[in-house]
């Protein structure tokens, strides 16, 4: 009865879908065990080592446990301690870990003869029960046919088994020492996980007792020379399985060679490079390094020399830096990247890093493209019906789902994916407050930069927009993104403009609204969570970096965490954000844990997510919430350039200098950067231009947030339609004015200005501006955009002697008061995008002046070298005189210049001079120069950190002699002319080690043999964007060059390339990451049937490409 009880019991345990951790140890009866394996019986025998035999046994119900029976002589401690050893051990839960599930320890009486007579004896028969699975041992499989399984199968083995060692090492109070790591402890579930079955020696029977017996026969080729109970001994253990499964050739060893030295020899020398091609012929170089990687691993795991073997932790790292991360990177070092120590370079390199990475990932913007595939295909089956795309028919999809989910970062991914498509796209964002002149501006300016070019500058109303976009969408195919629409009488608007026409249309919108979707019309698309493998993958990304830690807990807590946040990527963008600061402390990150609550639910989902985003703004430091707080004077949506938002904080004083010797700008840049990574905001990279002089986002729900806190600490005072958030007796200390409506006009005759430090004036607004003698004192006056030159005065703008920040870009003025010298305080003046002709004399008397922006066509007066503070100077005209010069070499503290000498001016009588300026100028790290003529500039000496150049007009007959890699170690930014451009120059240029953007233009058409130019093999390591334009010859990309190339603009001459070698065949399938492609075809007397077969030769390259980049033939 028992027997059947037991069996029952344990089958039902075998069975249970919860977590055992909460077992209690099943003590099963000696008869039962020996029931299920036939008495023990040697064809039950699975293995056998020093310490036990493993047996198989069979439930009634057709599953499989493993039975390990103990020797009789093993040290079995007293049944208390072995109980509570096993109750720990059966609490073990790793994917990679057989899981433990009974035992048995009972005293027996058996009948022997001593000395004559037949005596009692008591025997303890001591058992460890398992789940077998059906697969077997993988010793099982070495004596089969290794070869059998293909590199992933191999690979996945190899991982399993580590992650598994890693858990046993450094998941728990103290480790658990397998020592007996060998094929035979390797079991394979039905999908071929491997799982470590843990026999735990050590724990059961104590260090003593395991090195007096493993001295016997123990372990025979997998055991260290050192024959000790450590970590290092099952790491040794742990390279010889790495190296049979990597190689496929079985360890034989004999006893006198225990640790199998023979066998780590064999492999060191036989398997170089060419014996792991001939091993695995069908092998892409990435996995064939991935090949190379486990081997190099193996061998050190096995070295002679204990302290030379990594940790498991250096292990699974390394192994995750050849695979795509997954969780259990628990090798991670949790390092926060803000934490920049040299800012004059390091937070340069890491941006331009960062950005490099994104794109070559294809991530978009924040967001990152983590598992969008699913969702990419899922759209697009809406969107085409399971066809191709309609050339005639018209489509609307709406995009709908919780704020969060990813609804822009999918519809950008379609509208990356489809434009190329169509004659004009456009994407816009609605937000909830629409300007709704500015957005039909946007759109019209996509639809069509050419004839839409000054769009901006129109006094056209919204109705007269409306048609003229009706106009000019009526017989094109056209595809629009119509973003984050909150009220439906925004998209009526909208809907009106644009046309149902016969040429065929893609419409996409995204709300958060189910209503607004349905009253949309079409078909609609619900944007789901993230699985949580993905939500994994976003979250590492963002927290783990491959450096040795031990904090293998803080991985297991971050699967709890993980599920809190419910697979919103917004709220595991900020969580993970928040953690990488933490650095790794366990406490800390318990109290983030329990201050998330509940996991994000439908029902739930705005006061969750609420909680999560308080959490993140609450956990950052003082200086970076009143930095984010200031970005509530921009309208929810608006797109906030970084420099503009960077100098109006300096002029807040809401950044201060750290240490002497530092830049408040760079400083600056630091806290925006430290932003984007903890999720607050939301970098905007240009899609043909990437400057990384990024813009800036706030995702809406951190935008409400920042909103009620700024309101709620009287920190800024919003009008528009929306809010009005004016405090009734509290002083107004910034305001920010956003839209001009009739009940406004209350509001601003009750207000006072008299403590007002910033005022930001949108465009609809400045109408409401109260007069600039009402303020007091005013530190930042933000105009920009504003149309000042008819209605709004600025009378009495000297008499705002405290002012900082003076931002009049794009406001149609054209002359500046000469009492501009009585600010004695300003620190930025912005006046581009004017008709100013010169600027007053008096500007020079701005000692504090930081930041000067003026266009190449206004004049500067001379005595700029008064300036005793200016870091950026631009755009500087030039004109025949060397007073400008001389003063521009007394600005050392200068890190951008723009200078301009288009104005007919002998530049051959000045380049010494400016070239002896230049030199002076050793913080420069931008610099951009315009010039016409021939200059070569040999003379001139880069300065150390110089970031980005620019030189146009300026046609040089070759690269010039100061353009050395060995000195422009931090360039990344280079747009030159040249008359010619040599495979030498080429190579030069390929040099350059952190260059990410290259535009060479070359002027005059290459004379003599034609070829090709080549780019080789390691060339433009970190290149991203390459634009090649002019008398360009054709080219040829050989595999591994340009590695993290994604968008290419080419000029190609059609007769040059139709007629050398190889056509129109570049390799662009050795670009791996390529993304957008624009070929501009110079047809110089072809004709046209030999240019429609370059096209079709082109578009085959793209087609054929694996990435199916976008492509633009012009």
Known sequence: MASVQSKQSLASLLKKKQSLASAVPKNLPASFLRQITNDFSAEQELCRSVFGIVYQGILPDGSLIAVKRLTENSPVPPSEVFETEVANLMKLQHKNIVELVGSCLEAQKRLVEHKGRFVFEEVVVSCLCYKYPPKGSLEKHFNADTRSFDWETRFE??????EGLLFLHKALDKPIIHMNLVPNSIWLDDNGVPKIAVFCHSRLFGQEAILHTINAKENIGYMAPECEISTMSDIYSLGMLILEITTGEKNCPDAEDRSARRYVENVHQLWMANEIKCNYPLLDSNHLQHVKACIEIGLKCVEADRNKRPSIVDIVGKLHRKCVPILGQSGARFQYKWAYKSVSSSVFRDREMKAIELLSEKKANTAELIGIEEAVNGLMNIITDGNELSMEQGKIVSIVGLGGLGKTTLAHAIYQKLRAQYNCYAFVSVSRNPDMKKLFKCMLYQLGKKSNANIHESILDERLLVYELIEFLQKRRYFIVVDDIWDISVWKMIRCALPTNNGGYIIITTTRIFDVAKQVGGAYYKMPNLCIQNSRVLFNRRIFGIKDTDKYELIILSERILHECGGVPLAIIMISGLLATKGGKKNEWYKVYNSIGTTIKDSLYDENMKRILSLSYDDLPSHLRTCLLYLSVFPAGYEIGKDRLIRIWIAEDLIQCEKQGESLFEIGERYFYELIDRGMIQPVYKRWYYDMTENCRVHDMVFELICYLSCKENFVSILDHVHHTFPSKEIIQRLSLQNCMVDHATHRATMSMQEVRSVVVF???????????????????????????????????ENLVDLRYLGLRDTGISQLSREIGKLQ????????????????????????????RIDSWTRAPSGIGSFTSLEELSTLCIQDSTDLIEGLGNQTELRVLGID??????????????????????????LSISVVGECKFDAWVAPPHLRRLEITGCCSSTLSAWLNPLLLQELSFL??????????????????????????????????????????????????????????????????????????????????????????????????????????LRRGGAREGQVEEAERALRRAIEMHPNHPTLEIL
């Open 901 to 926: 000498c288009h104005t007919g001016w002998n530049f051959k009588r000045f380049e010494k001079s400016l070239v002896e300026c230049l030199h002076k100028l050793q913080k420069l790290h931008t």
């Open 157 to 162: 083995i190899i991982m399993g088994i580590c």
């Open 975 to 1080: 747009s030159i002319e040249v008359r010619k451009l040599r495979q030498e120059d080429l190579e030069i240029l390929g040099s350059l080690p952190a260059l990410f953007y290259l535009d060479v233009e070359v002027g005059n058409q290459n004379h003599g043999i034609l070829r090709r130019l080549v780019f080789h093999d390691s060339s433009f390591p970190c290149l991203v964007h390459c634009v090649l334009r002019g008398y360009i010859g054709p080219v040829a990309f050989h595999q591994g060059a340009m590695v993290k190339l994604a968008r290419l603009h080419l000029e190609i001459p059609v007769l040059e390339a139709r007629d050398i070698a190889g056509g129109f065949e570049f390799g662009l399938g050795n670009l791996p990451v390529l993304q957008d492609v624009t070929f501009l």
């Open 825 to 852: 305080f300003l620190q930025t003046l912005d006046v581009t995008g004017n008709e100013i002709s010169s600027l007053p004399s008096t500007v020079v008397e701005l000692k504090h002046l930081m930041c000067l």
């Open 763 to 797: 465009p609809s607004a400045v109408n409401i501006l109260p007069a600039l003698a009402s303020f007091r004192v005013l530190r930042v006056l933000d105009l920009q955009s504003c149309c000042l030159s008819q209605g709004y005065s600025l009378k009495y703008l």
